[in-house]
């Protein structure tokens, strides 16, 4: 009986498919296993690591929304006003991060968030 993908794997799965890349080639442009890919496409892995999912964001140019949606996350971004800018800030800084050595600015994302609460989220 074959398992039905969900969540990141089905992200995962669908990207590769729309951008018509092997998982020799998504590997070979994020250095992470073809076989580990392979894993977390037929949802047969532990969650990936951060590091191995900003990867994936940056080579097949995922949106940082699904990717939370995707890990069932999407709801802390779905109270913000500024939706869109946010989570186009969050994924330039992921972008800046997978740039720059030793993940650094990995915490600003954070930062951005907690920043967007402050601004439209009023407690009662």
């Not at 590769?16 to 977390?40: C, D, F, K, M, V």
């Not at 969050?90 to 991060?97: G, I, L, M, Y």
């Not at 930062?111 to 402050?118: F, H, P, S």
């Amino acid at each position: 009986m074959k398992k039905e993908k969900k969540g990141f794997s089905k992200l995962l799965f669908y990207k590769r498919g729309e951008l018509n890349l092997s998982l020799r080639e998504i590997a070979e442009q994020t250095n992470i296993h073809p076989s580990y890919l392979w894993r977390l496409e037929m949802d047969d892995s532990k969650s990936p690591s951060f590091e191995v999912v900003c990867k994936l964001i940056e080579v097949l140019g995922l949106d940082v929304k699904e990717v939370f949606d995707a890990f069932g996350y999407g709801y802390l971004l779905n109270h913000l006003e500024e939706e869109d800018f946010l989570a186009g800030k969050v994924q330039s800084e992921v972008k800046r991060a997978m740039r720059e050595e030793g993940f650094h600015y990995i915490g600003r994302i954070v930062e951005i968030i907690e920043e967007g609460k402050k601004k439209t989220y009023v407690q009662p």
